[in-house]
């Protein structure tokens, strides 16, 4: 699913650049439309990572290693375990049907589709606010805090009565905590890599679709065997190893003197960091609306995305009535989960190659296969077609992701980027929400998932079309925003040489004076 993105983004404030999710950024006024006047081939390497620190305090130097390897290691879990789980919910599905379903119910398709599409939805929706708790308190307070609420709710998860407990329980709680520890774990990789950033986030970004090959099988596992109570305290594991792999995300000294100092006193070897943090100039940059091709991205992504999350949370249920006969059925979310990992990396690289803003081109393309793959999942009356839906599906998933934060970097440029992804994302999550509930309840309504997939395959064809005009609108405006530049140019050229010219003037006139 989504989190993200090969790219190296950077991000001021007390943080850095940020790969794939959204990075706290303490924001300023957009002072241009789309990235830097410099040459897209050299955009990358004017990519910022700064912690904050004392007022005119420079930039650390990332260590490109070292303690950094843990890091991304402590990364690759939380980005694995949060999204794993959320993939995974097909098989939580089935089993919370089982478990509270009843005969008397027509609805409960749709109930319970709500306790997933709550819990992803929730996780996106908290990544403005995040970017801000990031901003002032640092990554590692806040990944360490958003675990600890991960496991209160995975715990309180395992002793409800009925359904509707588990939409705060699950759904809020469980969802807000995943969304405090996910972010901060992108945000630090930007601490300790500059020049490996797009390798470590290509590694940390396909943890989730290790754990989504692997968990599927152990949930399935866990449910039959011992019930979906304890398969949720089993899980309660996973984030109690997250908050202890919070604890590695360790801040670098922003300057030689205050390195120095931090290492003879100890702070920096520290479970918190006593600095103090720079208050972020904004809070929340609404300026970056104001660039017309991202506005028009940030509407149409959330668009495209209304049918996105349903094969995740419906697919399983969808098996077990058509193919009840097949074994090993949750081998169709390991497919998916193989092939969006290949996308990350494969797309990832395809990227690099492709300039500036038409990287979009591949999002639309993403989509475009997205979407027919959807309308194809009722069509499959074999098993091995299905399979082989899941395949391209998960192929073009990885290709959506990869791509994110590249695209937000050349809509907006380096400084703005964290916010873009993070409003982005707070956005997305409400059709992530909204989407697998109505699929439930056509369903539930119709008694099968056909209609439900065939109109989840619609949306993400719209907007994609949508997307197809970004590139024309971004290079219009960087068209204007050059001619203006070149005015300016020009008026700065004319103003040099009537000063000049009115200093040799006062010149010859003194000289003129003194002869005299």
Same mark, same amino acid.
């Given at each position: ?70 890091? %991304? ?34 609805? %409960? ?408």
């Amino acid at each position: 699913m989504v989190p993200s993105q090969e790219d190296p983004a950077a991000a001021r404030g007390t943080s850095e650049a940020q790969p794939p999710g959204p990075a706290p950024l303490g924001a300023a006024p957009l002072p241009g439309l789309g990235p830097s006047d410099s040459p897209e081939a050299t955009a990358a390497e004017k990519v910022e990572v700064e912690l904050a620190g004392p007022a005119g305090a420079e930039p650390p130097e990332p260590p490109e290693g070292g303690w950094g390897w843990l890091v %991304m290691l402590a990364a690759m879990w939380c980005n694995g375990s949060v999204f794993g789980i959320q993939n995974a919910c097909g098989v939580l599905f089935v089993s919370m049907l089982k478990t509270f379903g009843s005969k008397d119910d027509d609805k %409960m398709v749709f109930k319970t589709a709500w306790v997933s599409s709550l819990s992803m939805g929730m996780i996106f929706f908290c990544c403005p606010i995040v970017s801000v708790f990031t901003d002032i308190l640092g990554c590692r307070k806040t990944a360490v805090m958003g675990a600890a609420f991960g496991f209160v709710g995975l715990m309180s998860s395992s002793f409800v009565s009925s359904i509707e407990p588990l939409y705060l329980t699950y759904g809020i709680i469980f969802a807000c905590g995943c969304s405090f520890a996910y972010q901060p774990s992108l945000v630090i990789l930007g601490h300790y890599f500059k020049k490996r950033l797009g390798l470590v986030n290509g590694i940390v970004t396909a943890g989730s679709s290790v754990f989504t090959i692997l968990l599927p099988f152990l949930l399935r596992v866990l449910t039959d065997s011992v019930g979906l109570f304890y398969t949720l305290r089993v899980l309660c594991i996973f984030m109690f190893v997250l908050f202890l792999a919070a604890f590695t995300y360790r801040p670098l000294a922003s300057s030689a003197k205050e390195k120095d100092s931090g290492t003879k006193g100890g702070n920096r070897f520290s479970l918190f960091s006593r600095r103090k943090f720079s208050p972020p100039k904004k809070i929340f940059n609404f300026a970056i609306f104001k660039v017309t091709a991202y506005a028009a991205w940030a509407a149409g992504i959330p668009l495209a995305l209304f049918g996105y999350f349903v094969p995740y949370v419906h697919l399983m249920k969808h098996v077990n009535e058509r193919f009840q006969d097949e074994k090993n059925k949750e081998v169709v979310l390991m497919c998916i989960g193989i092939t969006s990992g290949v996308g990350r990396l494969l797309f990832g690289r395809i990227a690099d190659y492709v300039p500036g803003v038409k990287k979009v081109y591949l999002q639309v393309l993403s989509f475009f296969f997205i979407g027919l793959m959807s309308m194809m999942i009722p069509l499959c009356s074999v098993f091995g077609a299905l399979i082989a839906v899941c395949l391209i599906m998960g192929l073009f998933d990885g290709c959506f992701i990869s791509i994110m934060a590249p695209i937000a970097f050349e809509l907006v440029g380096a400084q703005d980027v964290s916010q873009a992804i993070g409003f982005l994302l707070g956005f997305i999550s409400i059709p992530m929400t909204v989407g697998p509930p109505v699929a439930g309840l056509l369903r539930d309504k119709l008694g099968s998932y056909d209609v439900a997939f065939y109109l989840a395959g619609i949306p993400p064809l719209i907007g994609g079309a949508v997307l197809c005009f970004i590139p024309w609108i971004h290079s219009k405006k960087q068209r204007e925003l050059g001619k203006s530049t070149e005015g300016e140019k020009m008026e700065k050229m004319l103003e040099n040489q009537n000063s000049l010219l009115s200093s040799s003037s006062g010149i010859f006139k003194k000289e003129s004076d003194s002869v005299i």
